[in-house]
């Protein structure tokens, strides 16, 4: 005999799970587009001035600091436009570092000097990092195409984000694998590595080349 148990079943939540499901999505995308606006009209049109840039780069520190404020008198941004988040640690009460660092240390004197890796690191105190940084995959795709329109890289980290030349780090980036993959090939069969030598065996390779 098998036993049965009087329950509500699952379906007579399908509704409230789907409304449920439909108010996160749609809060979750105001909250995105806000993040937007801040970063593509306020944060990254300042803190990526020539001006600012310059002054990260030429000081003895080697680094300013910075705020962002959401609400002040030369902010872009509408009321409305911040309607959907809490943007109240976006004020000058949090003061923010951006850094240029330079690697020449690890490069020995067979680097060309225009080849040196730098890059300049913002570093956003910790309160707003979840309000200001939190992107979803898609914005942070958006900010990313829009620092290599400039010809910049660009990615998030712990504490912020980092640029660094777009240029340079694909050189690097070629140089360092050319490397690397010599190393792992170097030792392998003539054919597999050499297009040259497809057709010979390596037994050839004890013919004595006459001149």
Known sequence: MSANVVMINADAYIGIVAAHA?????????E??????????????????KEFIDRVITSQ????TFSIDVKGPNSPLLPSDLEYLDTTDLSPTHHHTAY???FAHVADNNIQVGMTPWQIRFDFAKPILDVLLSLSPALAS??????ERNGWMFW???SGFTISPLNLYKNLK????AFLTWMEIRDKPLADICPQFATVKDSEADVVCVQ
């Not at 995105?32 to 970063?39: E, F, H, S």
């Not at 520190?61 to 300013?64: G, S, T």
């Not at 070629?174 to 694998?177: G, L, V």
């Open 22 to 30: 439909r108010n996160v999505t749609t809060q979750t995308i105001k």
């Open 32 to 49: 995105n587009d806000t993040r937007r606006l801040i970063l593509v009209k306020l944060v990254l049109p300042s803190i990526m001035k």
């Open 61 to 64: 520190e080697n680094f300013c």
């Open 100 to 102: 240029y660092q330079n």
């Open 142 to 147: 958006e900010i990313t195409s829009i620092f």
């Open 156 to 158: 998030l980290t712990d």
């Open 174 to 177: 070629s140089i360092s694998d």
